[in-house]
């Protein structure tokens, strides 16, 4: 019985068939197709060939979903091995973490008078900390967070999805609760910021077709009172993404 089983080498392009069971001195042929989502499978293709078991290199691959089989030949008999799915990861990181990078990328590029410049300063969070928690160990006075709110999904088509992806941009800076501390710097920060998505444009990510503000609060009542300034407001990435498959 001829198997084949697939090696992901780790690069999101290449991958290693490995193929067992066959005929000494046999002729294999390596038929591929990747999943079209939503349209069964893209056309089979011969992905390479050998005489007799061994390994055959994958070039050229796309991160998904793939259908594979082997198909033996000796003289004029023909033997197709068990067919095999296997998926090729992408080695870019997450969308959610490339939107809050790109903000955050975004955000330093304004150079914002007041606004630290510094990229250590600039924090892409899993959750909003205490202030002093960050600057624990450390001089600093302030920071920018940029964190994940909840994502919404709506379906697009039969093979797509629209999904909004929330980043909560939060500025936060050593105060002692003074009623009128910050409150220029604070109120041109997020000025400048709601000006500048209108004109300037993020880094570049495919599957982002449009980015909306959305206001927030302009003091955090909770920092407040822990002797900080914290001003919040969320930018949208709105984005098509692949269907999910149950």
């Known amino acids: 019985m001829i198997r ?27 038929f591929l197709a990747k999943h079209a989502w939503g349209m069964g499978f893209e056309a089979l293709t011969i992905a390479g060939s050998r005489v007799g078991d061994g390994s055959i290199s994958l070039t050229g691959l796309t991160s998904g979903s793939y259908y594979a089989f082997a198909r033996s030949t000796v003289g004029l008999t023909e033997t197709l091995s068990i067919p095999l799915s296997f998926r090729v990861n992408s080695q870019e990181l997450p969308l959610q973490e490339r939107c809050a990078n790109a903000l955050r990328d975004f955000v330093l590029g304004l150079q914002i008078p007041d606004v630290t410049t510094d990229p250590q300063q600039h924090v892409v969070a899993k959750v909003g900390e205490k202030f002093d928690k960050v600057v624990e160990s450390k001089n600093f006075k302030q920071a920018v967070f940029y964190l994940w709110a909840p994502e919404t999904y709506s379906i697009s088509n039969a093979s797509e999805d629209f999904v909004k992806i929330p980043v909560v941009l939060s500025w936060i800076q050593k105060s002692s609760q003074g009623l009128t501390t ?39 009542p909770s920092q407040w009172i822990e002797n900080s300034d914290a001003t919040n407001m969320t930018v949208n990435f709105l984005a098509e993404v692949q269907a999910g498959i149950i």
């Open 4 to 30: 084949i089983n697939f090696t992901d080498l780790g690069t999101g392009t290449t991958g290693t068939i490995s193929l067992t069971g066959s005929q000494a001195g046999s002729t294999n042929e390596l």
């Open 182 to 220: 910050n409150k220029t710097e604070i109120l041109r920060f997020r000025e400048i910021v709601h000006r500048s998505m209108a004109i300037c444009e993020l880094s570049e990510i495919p599957e982002v077709y449009g980015v909306s503000f959305m206001p927030g609060a302009v003091i955090d």
